[in-house]
């Protein structure tokens, strides 16, 4: 069994910061690439920001300058820190990871958190 538990969401005001945690455990054999999604109300789910193959940050557009994405490997967790935040940013925000499990070391497959809110209002 793999679990990714988020945690750091929560409710801020314009212009404020919140830092997401996401930490992998359970029957790990390695992690290939970690990254954020989210969803707001009556909106498919986006991309926020994950890895490229070569290890760099990919952040979507609407993010770019206001988000860091980074990974502590040895923890086996992803962080997200929003600074600036906006209304619009207000949505549930899913971890996802590519993980290939002990039974099966040779196969990835994504596993996705519950999400954590993130409410931006004042």
């Known amino acids: 069994q793999v679990q990714l538990v988020e945690s750091g969401g929560g409710l801020v005001q314009p212009g404020g910061s919140l830092r997401l945690s996401c930490a992998a455990s359970?029957?790990?054999?390695?992690?290939?690439?970690m990254g954020w999604y989210r969803q707001a109300p009556g909106k498919e789910r986006e991309l926020v920001a994950d890895?490229?193959?070569?290890?760099?940050?990919n952040y979507a557009d609407s993010v770019k300058g206001r988000f860091t994405i980074s990974r502590d490997n040895a923890k086996n967790t992803v962080y997200l820190q929003m600074n600036s935040l906006k209304p619009e940013d207000t949505a549930v925000y899913y971890c996802?990871?590519?993980?290939?499990?002990?039974?099966?070391?040779?196969?990835?497959?994504?596993?996705w958190g519950r999400g954590t809110l993130v409410t931006v209002s004042s």
């Open positions: 890895f490229t193959s070569s290890g760099s940050p």
């Open positions: 359970g029957s790990i054999f390695s992690i290939h690439n």
């Open positions: 996802t990871a590519q993980i290939a499990n002990r039974t099966r070391p040779w196969r990835a497959m994504d596993y």
